[in-house]
């Protein structure tokens, strides 16, 4: 039963609800009156080929010019815009929105003279440095589609995102800094270029003191081509016209190339800065993500910006750089009412510091609230984190595709309203629970018939079209894979890839994958992709990848390969060639818990490994055997095989139809 208070919310929410799904164009058009546009749009909807929403299409703007010129133009220019800290590098510095602004425009100048032109990609292969933002900017303003892909990630990652951008130049740095080591960026930019069919014109390298990169014939100096640099003006970007593309985990081997357009994306950032955050111009906001994530292109880069905030950038970790009291310094430090995590570095924190005896003697009363994503918020971290600090602590529910987030804790729901009306009250949180969807977003459950289900049961987390503005419109050069990824599984909906239910007073509860994507430590990983690997090698007959539980990380990929009847070998070697391996090819944020050998796995008839019942066997569940399983006797080999190795709760696992 909710109480008065939130009841009052309630209602106050149902109604914008109800304009965001039965008119979802006034909604949006209200909002889209809230940015800077050079023209603003005639045609808030419309609808592509596929029957995906699209918004703002004839409308025109220019996100860099909105985040940044914008601001200046009204008054904004000497507010601090960014901040950096990197205890990794032991440096600081910080700029404003002019000194942005200004650095941003001739950094675009470098590369309309490298030849960048509208629509060309350039890929951004950089650390958490402020010219990583700078770079993301710089291709916002010409026109150009920047794609950034995450430092952890290997050479032949890497190589992959080349192929399938095409991109003209690469921006990179020399190195990155992690707590123990320099990481080579530079030297494996060249490795994946000669592993990539696709060679880039030019690349801009940044150097960075910890370690300088050699330069060859197609690379520049970044700061170097910097002074002599003319600034560049922002130039007109239809609604219809691609910002940037970002590859994430889908169930094949393939990355999918995840499209966001500059208009619908500036107003829905622009729009969940206010209502869900309820973050004001002149707030410190900051998010501990990384630029190479979803996380970060929207809330370290453009969403603080459209907003007139201060973002806060972290080259660090949240714990080890120096201790679990990093986050604490930089709320005190920076006076910031915002803070964006994750929850697997929260139970790191906890983990070193379990009394949090670092917050000590600190500062940290500018905090307003706490927000965190990227996995389920587990209920003993929320409620860890709840009896610590006296602000809200919102886990709210999205992902790279929606590019902003769906469900959560709406914290400035009243900053939205044209009158002034009485502030408005958050509501009660339920532990595991991402609280409700946000206007916009039309979420329900339904079964695999495609009916809905009743509340309190677990189905399929869908979205009714039209998407809001903001989320992907379609993946690069890939409409088929849009279409049977997302859209075909139930016409007129989106599938988002998650279960979970929503409970009878709306609140939503996302319980995991439901496909062969992982989540580990906040990094989306695909089994699928870590399979191709493991298969490859020749002494492998077969294998399975499955996401078991982690204390830390909250999932881990582990590995349970059959070997081949030929092969001889020893197998503990093999098991760590086998990890290294899948380290190298994907990146070291891909490192297998462990590599299991078993002498069958459950399949089908058909051929099918069922690694439903492998990871239900693995965490103790009960679980279903299919009367197409070809040899069920193959399901005590790997209870037997986990067992052995101490993994999970194998012992604890029962067949439902024994
Ligand atoms: N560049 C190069 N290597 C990187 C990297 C980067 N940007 N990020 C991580 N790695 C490497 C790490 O050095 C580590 O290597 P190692 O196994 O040789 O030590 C490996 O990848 C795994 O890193 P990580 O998953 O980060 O584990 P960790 O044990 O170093 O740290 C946490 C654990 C919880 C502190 C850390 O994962 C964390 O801060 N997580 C939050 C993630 C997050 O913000 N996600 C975004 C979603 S909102
Ligand atoms: P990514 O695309 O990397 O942001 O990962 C998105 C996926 O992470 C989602 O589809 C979910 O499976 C998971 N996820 C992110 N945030 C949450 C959350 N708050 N609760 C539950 N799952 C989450």
Redesign the pocket.
């Known amino acids: 039963m909710l109480e008065d208070t939130t009841l009052a919310s309630r209602e106050r929410y149902m109604a914008l609800v109800a304009c965001a799904n039965e008119t979802p164009e006034d909604f949006w058009a209200k909002q889209a009156r809230r940015i800077n546009w050079f023209r603003q749009p005639q045609t808030i909807l419309a609808w592509d080929t596929q029957q995906h929403a699209r918004w703002y299409i004839d409308g025109e703007m220019n996100i860099c010019h909105a985040a940044l010129d914008h601001h200046v133009a009204e008054g904004r220019g000497d507010q601090v815009a960014l901040y950096w800290d990197s205890p990794v590098t032991d440096s600081k510095r910080q700029y404003t929105y002019r000194e942005l602004r200004d650095d941003v425009a001739r950094l675009a100048g470098v590369l309309r003279d490298l030849g960048v032109e509208k629509g060309d990609r350039v890929i951004i292969y950089m650390?958490m440095v402020p010219e990583a933002m700078m770079a993301m900017l710089a291709c916002a303003r010409l026109g150009a589609v920047h794609s950034v892909v995450?430092?952890?990630f290997s050479p032949k990652e890497l190589a992959v995102r080349i192929d399938d951008a095409a991109p003209k130049v690469i921006m990179a740095a020399s190195c990155?800094v992690?707590?123990d080591r320099v990481?080579p960026y530079k030297p494996w930019l060249d490795e994946a270029i000669e592993l990539a069919g696709h060679t880039p014109e030019a690349c801009l390298v940044l150097q960075r003191d910890q370690q300088l990169a050699t330069l060859g014939p197609r690379d520049h100096d970044w700061q170097a081509c910097l002074q002599d640099a003319q600034a560049t003006e922002a130039v007109s970007m239809l609604g219809s016209e691609p910002l940037y593309i970002l590859y994430t985990s889908g169930t094949t081997g393939k990355p999918k190339g995840v499209v966001r357009d500059h208009a619908g994306y500036a107003v829905a950032l622009h729009y969940s800065m206010e209502i869900l955050y309820g973050v004001r111009p002149g707030d410190i906001f900051m998010a501990?993500?990384?630029i190479?994530?979803v996380?970060g292109h929207s809330y370290i880069v453009y969403g603080p910006l459209l907003i007139g905030a201060t973002a806060v950038m972290y080259e660090g970790?949240?714990?080890k750089t120096p201790d679990a009291g990093a986050f604490w310094r930089l709320i005190e430090e920076y006076r910031i009412s915002c803070f964006f995590?994750?929850p697997?570095?929260f139970?790191?924190i906890k983990k070193e510091d379990p009394e949090a005896s670092l917050i000590g003697g600190r500062d940290i009363s500018s905090l307003r609230s706490l927000f965190l994503?990227?996995e389920r918020l587990d209920p003993p971290t929320y409620h860890w984190l709840n009896d610590l600090l006296p602000v809200p602590i919102v886990d709210h529910w999205w992902q790279t595709e929606t590019g902003w987030p769906v469900a959560g804790n709406l914290l400035g729901l009243d900053m939205l309203e044209d009158a002034q009306t009485l502030p408005h009250v958050p509501v009660p949180a339920r532990a595991g629970s991402a609280t409700w969807p946000l206007p916009g977003f039309n979420v329900q459950i339904l079964d695999g018939m495609g009916d809905q289900v009743a509340a309190g049961e677990q189905g399929n987390v869908v979205i009714q079209q039209p998407l809001p503005p903001g989320c992907l419109t379609g993946l690069y050069q890939d409409a088929a894979r849009f279409q049977s990824a997302y859209l075909a599984a139930y016409p007129g909906y989106y599938l988002t890839g998650d279960g979970g239910y929503l409970d009878e007073d709306g609140y939503l509860f996302v319980m995991g994958r439901i496909d062969d994507v992982i989540n580990?430590?906040?990094?989306r990983l695909s089994t699928g992709e870590m399979e191709q690997v493991l298969g490859a090698h020749p002494a492998i007959a077969e294998c399975a990848v499955i996401g078991i539980e982690d204390s830390?990380?909250g999932e881990m990929p582990l590995g349970l390969v059959i070997i081949k009847d030929d092969w001889t070998g020893d197998e503990k070697v093999l098991r760590q060639m086998l990890r290294e391996r899948v380290r190298d090819s994907i990146?070291?944020?891909a490192?297998l818990k462990d590599v299991l050998i078993v002498e069958r796995l459950p399949k089908t008839r058909s051929g099918k490994i069922l690694r439903k019942m492998i990871r239900q066997i693995a965490a103790g569940e009960q679980y279903q055997v299919p009367s197409t399983i070809d040899d069920p006797s193959s399901l005590e080999d790997v209870r037997e095989a986990l067992s052995d190795a101490g993994i999970g709760r194998a012992e604890q696992a029962r067949c439902a139809n024994e």
């Open positions: 650390p995450f430092g952890g990155g992690e707590i990481i501990a993500s990384d190479g994530w996380v970790k949240p714990v995590s994750a697997t570095a139970r790191a994503a990227g580990v430590a906040g990094h830390l990380k990146g070291a944020i490192s």
